[in-house]
Each structure stands twice: as structure tokens, then as C-alpha cells.
């Protein structure tokens, strides 16, 4: 298998004051192959997130070098990169970041528009991605209608809207009761073996880690470990 995301050297600072500088990521490489499912393993201020931000491009490195499916990212414009992050990364948060004002409908519709997919296609898929959740009952709920779980559903529906190669996680059953988070991991595990997904889940959790194929731990802004996730046997999303 090829790999989709490599970071070779990843560096990054954050400038705190004319002279101050504080280095978060101490130069880290990390290659992950087409198709993997991938956790990203650390305590709180590890560096996790920082390192997600670098994979999803919601922001640059220092230093260092970052292929995202063939693109040598550092020399891509900016115009360039939002398109790279619209077309081929699917990101899903604690916090869902869903639209309040919006039905589970038009948020899951929102990046397609933003691809310039036409108005009758947008809702078609829109409605094919909520069945493919078990939230096509709840396509006309504004999230404030909704549950944690069902929210964090919709944001899954939303990553997919422009049928990505990555989904990006960010503890996305950080908010969720276990139960409700078990059945959005057995929703990742679906769209990884049925759909051919590359995910990078990022997470404090061992157990959840451990259902992945490869667990990559992180502690101080370095890779400490990196190790084989158990063959996971869960339920049916």
C-alpha cells in the first residue's frame, strides 16, 4: 500500500514574545498508509492535537516536509491548500462544530456547497450520507434537537460529504457516553472496511486506541512508541 500522509521532521513553534519561542512538535516523521486505521495516543498537552492540526492543514509546520497524497504541501498557496482540505480530508470533533441554525440536512450539505456541487445533487448525497449514519429521520432536526451521539453521527455525515480519502477525529467520543461512543466507533470501523476510509483518530484512550491498526503514542511533541493495534471484532454501526 502507498502511503497517503507522510511528515518528515515536523517542527512547530509557537512565538510567545519577541524572544520567546515555544516548541511544541521536536521534529516529527510519521507515515500512514492508504486505507490504515490509525490512533494518535497522548496525555493531555502531548502535542496531539498541534500534530493534527499539521495532518488536517489548519496549520503550517515550522519546519519540515508533508506529502498528502502526492502534494509536497509546503509549496502548495493557500487557495491550494483549503482545496486540499475540502476535497480529501473529512474532519470530525468533540465538539461536532455543527451549524445551530441549521438542520442535520444542511449541515451535512455545507461542504459540498462550498465544493460547488449543484443544489439537487447536494441534497441527494446529503440524504445517502444520514441513511448511511441511521439519521435519515432526523434530517430536518436543528442540532439543538438533537443528542451527542446523534450529532457526533451528522458530523460524521458532514466529513463525508465530498467523499474524502482521510477522516481526520479529534476525540470524537470525548463527549459521549460509552455506549453512544460505541456505536460511533463501530461507525469508523465501517467506514474503514467498507468504504476504504484512511482514518487518524486522535485519542487519550487506550481501549479505543487498541481497535485501530497501529497505535502511535506521543508524549512532550515527540513519537514515543509505536505499536499494533488487536484485530477488532466489534457490532454493526
Known amino acids: 500500500m502507498r502511503s497517503i500522509i507522510k511528515l518528515e521532521n515536523i517542527v512547530k513553534k509557537f512565538y510567545i514574545g519577541e524572544v520567546n519561542e515555544l516548541e511544541i ?4 516523521s510519521l507515515e500512514v498508509k492508504e486505507g490504515e486505521f490509525v490512533s494518535i495516543v497522548g496525555p493531555s498537552g502531548s502535542g496531539k492535537s498541534t500534530l493534527m492540526n499539521m495532518i488536517g492543514i489548519l496549520d503550517r509546520p515550522t519546519s519540515g516536509k508533508y506529502i498528502l497524497d502526492d502534494i509536497n504541501v509546503g509549496e502548495a498557496n493557500d487557495s491550494k491548500l483549503s482545496e486540499i482540505r475540502n476535497q480529501k480530508i473529512g474532519f470530525v470533533f468533540q465538539t461536532y462544530n455543527l451549524i445551530s441554525k441549521m438542520n442535520a440536512l444542511k449541515n451535512v450539505e455545507l461542504p459540498m456547497l462550498y465544493a460547488g456541487v449543484e443544489r439537487s445533487a447536494r441534497i441527494e448525497k446529503a440524504k445517502e450520507l444520514l441513511e448511511l449514519v441511521e439519521m435519515g429521520d432526523r434530517a430536518k432536526h436543528l442540532p439543538e434537537e438533537l443528542s451527542g451521539g446523534q450529532k457526533q453521527r451528522v458530523a460524521i455525515a458532514r466529513a463525508m460529504a465530498n467523499d474524502p480519502s482521510i477522516i481526520l477525529a479529534d476525540e470524537p467520543t470525548g463527549a459521549l457516553d460509552s455506549k453512544t461512543g460505541r456505536l460511533v466507533m463501530d461507525l469508523f470501523h ?48
Do not use: M, P
Open 25 to 28: 512538535l521536536h521534529g516529527i
Open 190 to 237: 465501517k467506514l474503514n472496511k467498507d468504504k476504504g476510509k484512511t482514518i487518524v483518530l486522535i485519542t487519550h484512550s487506550n481501549e479505543l486506541a487498541s481497535e485501530t491498526d497501529r497505535i502511535i503514542s506521543i508524549r512532550d511533541g515527540n513519537i514515543v512508541s509505536e505499536a499494533k493495534g488487536k484485530s477488532f471484532q466489534g457490532g454493526n454501526a
